[in-house]
């Protein structure tokens, strides 16, 4: 069952535009290569400062103050839905994440606006 969903990723302040480009292109690409399709995608905020530190994942325990952050607006089948968060899990360059399932009426008419 497809179903419409809202993602924000928050990554790395410190990486480069072509370094970003290529997190936003592989997540693209994994949304697609499991027969999903992206509604929407944008850089929401190129550098937001955090009201408390968060720590890089991995092995390199960095405190990080701000981030850049990404929206995208997809939908996927719901069984597919954890190899996506498998793929956001690994990388360490990505800080936070969050996906919610959307209304799909309210969706539809944001997206057609």
Not at 33 to 46: F, N, T
Not at 52 to 68: D, L
Not at 75 to 91: A, F, G
Not at 100 to 113: G, Q, Y
Request: proline residues 3%; glycine residues 4%; contains cysteine.
């Amino acid at each position: 069952m497809e179903r419409v969903y809202e993602s924000m990723i928050i990554v790395k302040p410190d990486l480069s535009d072509e370094e970003r480009e290529g997190i936003f292109s592989k997540l693209t690409k994994k949304v697609e290569d499991l027969e999903g399709k992206i509604a929407s995608a944008r850089v929401w905020a190129k550098e937001r400062k955090f009201s408390y530190p968060i720590k890089s994942r991995g092995a390199e325990k960095k405190r990080n103050f701000n981030g850049c952050y990404w929206l995208v607006n997809f939908t996927l089948d719901t069984e597919k839905l954890p190899d996506l968060k498998e793929v956001i899990r690994l990388e360490e360059r990505i800080l936070r994440d969050i996906i919610i399932k959307k209304d799909e009426s309210k969706t539809l008419d944001a997206v057609s606006n």
